[in-house]
C-alpha cells in the first residue's frame, strides 16, 4: 500500500466497514465483507483513484484487505484498532422487498474518530457515507474546498441527530436518501414535496433512491428521473445504495464536472454499477467486473430507457 | 348520439362502469363516475373515435352520459338495462399506496353479456379491460381479425377463473396487469422472470404497471423501461391503470401502427394521460385535458426520463 499513500486521490469516501451474516430465501453467507465504505469505494475505484475513510479491528481478515488492494482502493484512511470489527447480520423476506436486522455489533465502530491521512485533504469529490452527521461533519472540516460533497444517511440518525443531519445536510452538493427516509425526514408523501422540503435544508441536489424502481434526481428547477437496470437474478441487494452512490461519485469525478448534465451521466454509472453489484453477495461480483462490461450495459441501459 | 352509430370505430375497449364512492386522506367523494370503461374510453378519445362496450342500470345519471358524449365517446355498445348500475367504494390508506374496498355492489353487471354493435366489430384496436375472462372471450369472438388486441385483469380472476385466463392471454397481443398481479399469476418474484413466463402463453408484449414507479414492457427479445411522470399532488389514484391503458390503446390507433416502435411511443402518451387523470377525482381533470397539455407534457417527460 505504501506506493499509494502519497498520490492525492480524487475521491475520499467515509463510511462503515463491516463483516456481514446475510440470510436470504436462498442462502445464508456468514463471515463476509460488507459496509457502506466497502461497497461505495470498490464501485468508485472502476472510475478514479479513490481513498476510504474506516475503522476495523484487529480481527479484520487479510483476504479483505488484499481484496480492497485488487480495487486499487487507497487505504491510508483505514484505521486498524485493536479490538473486534463491526459486524452486522439481516435477513431478507421472501420477497427481498425488506429486510430485518437479526444483530449489530458496533465494536471498534463505536470508537470511530475519522482522521483525513494529507494526501485526502484536497480530494476534489468527497461522499460522506451512511455514519452519524456528528463524524460526517467532522470529516467535513478536514477537507479543503471539495467540489462536490455527497451525503447519505439512515432512518437512525433522524431519529436520534436531527439538528446535526440538518446541519450537515446544509453545508454538502448533494443528499441522497431512500424513498422511506425522504417521507420520515420531511413528513410529505410525494417524493416531489419531500425533494423540495430537503432542497430547501441547502444543498443544490437531492436524489431519492427508489431501490428496484430506480431513482429521481431533483434540483430547485428540474427532475431527472432514472430506471433501474432490470435484473432476473439478485443475490443479495445489500449494499446497493452505497455501490450506486460510489458509482456516481467516481463516475462524476472521472469526468470532472459539477454541472447536471454531469450528474445524470454519473448518476447512469452509478444504476448500471448496482446493477451488477447485487447479482451477487458481497463484493463477488464487482471483483470481477470490468470496465468494458460497465460501458456495454450503460449503452444497453440507454437504450432500453428512451422514451419515445 | 344518433350521428356517431354509423360511423366504424378505431378503438372499441370492453370494461366496467361504475358509480364509486371514493376516499382519499383528504376527502371523501360519493356518487362519483368509475370504472374501467370510463376511464380508459376518455383517455383513448384523445386520439381516436373510442366505441364503449358496458352496462348501466337505468339509475345512471344522464349527466354521466353527456360527459361520455363530450369526449366524443361512442356509446352505441353501452346497454342500458332495468335495475342499478355497478356500485364500488374504497378508501385509500395514508400514502394513497394502498386501498382497502369496502363494498361492491354488482347489480345489472352481473348479468352483463357484451354484444358489439355491427360498427364496432372491425375496429382495428381493442382493449378488453378488466371483466371476467370468459366474457372477454365472448368479445373477441364477435371482432373480425383486430390488429391489437390488448388485455388487462386483476387478481381475482387469477384466483377464480384461471383456466379462462390463460385462455384469453393466449389470443392477444398484449398483456397488461401490476406487478403484484404479475407475481401472483407467475409465482415468481423477479419482473423479468414473471414477464417471461407470460410471453409463453401467447402474447407478443407484456407491460407490467408499477404505479407511480412507472412500467415496463418486455417482448421475447426486449425490454424498455417507462418510469412515470412525478406528480406533486395526486387526489385520486383510481383508474390509473385504465387511464394508462387506454391513452395507449388510443395512440397507438392514432399511429395506426403495432410495432416495438410504435407501443413504445404510445407507452409514453399512456403515461402522460394516467398522470393527468390522477391530479383529480374520476374524470373531473380528463375533461378539461386539452391535446395541447397532452403534447407539452410528453416533451416535458421525454426530457426528464433521458438516460444521459
Redesign the interface.
Known amino acids: 500500500m505504501a506506493k499509494q499513500q502519497n498520490a492525492p486521490c480524487d475521491v475520499v469516501i467515509v463510511g462503515s466497514v463491516g463483516i456481514d451474516t446475510i440470510e436470504t430465501p436462498v442462502e445464508k453467507r456468514e463471515g463476509i465483507l460488507g459496509g457502506s465504505a466497502s461497497y461505495a469505494c470498490a464501485a468508485s475505484s472502476f472510475f478514479v483513484k479513490t481513498g476510504m475513510v474506516g475503522i476495523v479491528g484487529t480481527d479484520f481478515p487479510k483476504a479483505f484487505m488484499k481484496l480492497y488492494q485488487s480495487f486499487g482502493i487507497d487505504t491510508a484512511g483505514l484505521q486498524v484498532k485493536e479490538g473486534q470489527t463491526f459486524r452486522w447480520s439481516g435477513v431478507y423476506e421472501?420477497?427481498?422487498d425488506h429486510r430485518r436486522t437479526l444483530s449489530t455489533e458496533l465494536n471498534v465502530f463505536a470508537s470511530f474518530n475519522p482522521e483525513l491521512p494529507d494526501a485526502y485533504r484536497k480530494a476534489p469529490y468527497l461522499f460522506l457515507a451512511n455514519i452519524s452527521p456528528e463524524l460526517q461533519l467532522h470529516v467535513l472540516d478536514q477537507v479543503r474546498k471539495p467540489k462536490f460533497v455527497l451525503l447519505d444517511t439512515m432512518d437512525l440518525w433522524i431519529n436520534v441527530a436531527l439538528d446535526n443531519l440538518r446541519k450537515v445536510i446544509g453545508k454538502v452538493t448533494m443528499l441522497t436518501l431512500n424513498e422511506h427516509e425522504a417521507?420520515h425526514l420531511t413528513g410529505a408523501?410525494?417524493?416531489?414535496?419531500a425533494a423540495?422540503s430537503l432542497l430547501k435544508l441547502g444543498p443544490r441536489y437531492v436524489c431519492i433512491k427508489?431501490g428496484e424502481?430506480?431513482s429521481?434526481l431533483f434540483s430547485k428547477n428540474?427532475?431527472?428521473?432514472?430506471?433501474a437496470f432490470?435484473?432476473?437474478?439478485?443475490e443479495d441487494p445489500t449494499g446497493a445504495g452505497d455501490t450506486f452512490a460510489g458509482g456516481f461519485i467516481g463516475a462524476l469525478a472521472r469526468s470532472g464536472g459539477t454541472s447536471e448534465?454531469a450528474i445524470?451521466?454519473a448518476m447512469?454509472y452509478g444504476s448500471v454499477v448496482a446493477s451488477f453489484g447485487v447479482e451477487k453477495f458481497s463484493l463477488d461480483r464487482l471483483r470481477r467486473l470490468t470496465p468494458r462490461e460497465i460501458e456495454s450495459r450503460a449503452t444497453i441501459?440507454?437504450k432500453?430507457?428512451?422514451?419515445?
Do not use: A, C, Y
Open positions: 421472501q420477497n427481498m417521507r408523501h410525494s417524493l416531489v414535496t423540495r427508489k424502481h430506480g429521481i428540474s427532475i431527472s428521473l432514472m430506471p432490470p435484473l432476473e437474478k439478485v448534465e445524470r451521466k447512469t441501459f440507454r432500453l430507457g428512451r422514451i419515445l
